[in-house]
């Protein structure tokens, strides 16, 4: 196969590929921008059809005032549940992926069964919520906060065991050798190194978790609780529907995890694929 023909199909290829993306990520966008922009009744049966007169900026408004301007409720208790998730994640992922790949031991197997475990059985609603009204966690930001950080633990110890393995043991040694304690080979020479797995991390988690609406529903309940996707019971019910203002809650709740995974897209593909290649 000629040098000629490879570039051309590279190039189809690259066609294809950007023509399926518009289709699955640029026309939905589309559709709720041109829907958050019109009035109730225009949006009453939603369609491509442009508006007759364009009313986004009134939309956002009545979007941000409702209900007491609770989505600027939600957003805070959103921040704060996926920065604190993040932080035990970042954290306590990176040492028990650091402890499992560093210091074999008998025991070793039987956490890794466990970390595969979390990722592969389905999370029991009922005796969750038993167990954190037992521990005076439910209904809280703190509970829910470690339910994020539970059901995110085994996919970042696997990111982490994985990028760690390329870490060259003799750092670890000469570490030890300089007379550096346990602690201090994993917070100073490890962690510095783990920058590009933890953005990743970060970015993953952090769309997940904002993201996030079944969880949320079932262990916060409560309207001063509300987290940035329960919001769109604002504008939806069964006898009244506010489209147009529900496609701007869409748009809104949208738009922030769109922006963190456009700028740190390479981002995400380095720290996925780095513990693959070199090891």
């Given at each position: 196969m000629s040098l000629k023909t490879r570039r051309q199909r590279k190039f189809i290829h690259g066609i294809i590929a950007l023509a399926i993306a518009f289709v699955i990520f640029v026309i939905p966008f589309i559709f709720v921008l041109i829907n958050a922009a019109k009035t109730s009744a225009e949006s009453a049966s939603p369609s491509f059809t442009l508006p007759i007169e364009w009313h986004l900026w009134q939309n956002?408004?009545?979007?941000?005032e409702a209900r007491d301007y609770m989505l600027l409720l939600a957003y805070f208790n959103s921040i704060v549940i996926?920065?604190?998730?993040?932080?035990?994640?970042?954290?306590?992922?990176?040492?028990?992926?650091?402890?499992?790949?560093?210091?074999?031991?008998?025991?070793?197997?039987?956490i890794y069964g466990f970390v595969l475990a979390g990722l592969m059985i389905p999370p029991a609603v009922v005796p969750t919520i038993w167990v954190?009204?037992?521990?005076?966690?439910?209904?809280?930001?703190?509970?829910?906060i470690l339910i994020q950080f539970a059901y995110g633990l085994s996919f970042?110890?696997?990111l982490y065991r994985a990028f760690i393995a390329t870490i060259p043991r003799d750092l670890d040694e000469a570490a030890l050798i300089d007379?550096?304690?346990?602690?201090?080979?994993?917070?100073?020479?490890?962690?510095p190194l783990l920058k590009p797995v933890t953005v990743t991390i970060?970015?993953?988690q952090s769309i997940t978790i904002f993201n996030d609406f079944t969880h949320p529903?079932?262990?916060?309940?409560?309207?001063?609780?509300?987290?940035?996707?329960?919001?769109l019971y604002n504008f939806q019910s069964q006898f009244v529907s506010q489209m147009n203002l529900l496609f701007m809650n869409i748009l809104l709740v949208t738009i922030p995890p769109l922006l963190v995974f456009i700028f740190f897209?390479?981002?995400?593909?380095?720290?996925?694929t780095s513990g693959a290649v070199k090891g």
């Open positions: 956002l408004v009545a979007v941000v996926t920065v604190g998730a993040i932080v035990l994640l970042v954290i306590f992922g990176a040492m028990v992926g650091y402890v499992l790949q560093r210091r074999p031991s008998k025991f070793n197997r039987v954190l009204q037992g521990l005076g966690l439910f209904k809280t930001l703190h509970g829910m970042t110890v696997l007379g550096a304690k346990p602690w201090q080979i994993f917070f100073r020479v490890v962690l970060i970015v993953v529903l079932y262990y916060l309940p409560g309207s001063e609780n509300v987290t940035v996707q329960i919001t897209n390479r981002q995400i593909v380095a720290g996925m």
